[in-house]
């Protein structure tokens, strides 16, 4: 598949104004790509991310809508960080939405809430250029 960013990408959140290690510019971020969907429906990357994590994993899955498209929310795919994962296919593009650390026992836990719930309710796909 290939992977198409577009500036600006990734939003970060600070509340403790504290370092996020190596891995993370801050303590919780939220970035966007997007590439071609060839032909998945969202559902169908997020089984197919489900099924290459394999066994073992506390992974859930649920449905939800965005800008009037169907959205699935994955969260606690293995990664070296928590996180919750959002796939929308629109016009044969696929648009991951990726929150991480996604650690609902944080003390800055409702900031990233937050976050999630405006990035959702703001999130719109355009249709392609002619």
């Known amino acids: ?7 600006p990408n990734v939003v970060v959140i600070n509340p403790n104004g504290l370092s996020g290690g190596d891995f993370l510019p801050g303590d ?6 997007m590439e071609t969907a060839s032909g998945q429906t969202a559902a169908q990357v997020a089984d197919e991310k489900i099924a290459e994590a394999g066994e073992g994993f506390n992974i859930t899955r649920s449905e939800i809508l965005i800008d009037g498209k169907q959205a699935i929310v ?12 959002v ?9 991951t939405l990726f929150f991480a650390p996604w650690v ?3 003390a800055w836990f409702s900031e990233l809430e937050k976050l999630y719930s405006s990035v959702i309710s703001s999130f719109h796909v355009l249709p392609p250029m002619p």
Do not use: C, H, W
């Not at 598949?1 to 500036?7: D, S, V």
């Open 1 to 7: 598949m290939e992977k198409t960013a577009f500036p």
């Open 28 to 33: 919780a971020l939220v970035s966007l790509s």
């Open 104 to 106: 609902p026992t944080a």
């Open 87 to 95: 796939f929308i296919v629109d016009n044969n593009r696929l648009y």
């Open 74 to 85: 994955v969260d606690g795919l293995p990664a070296q960080e928590p996180s919750r994962q």
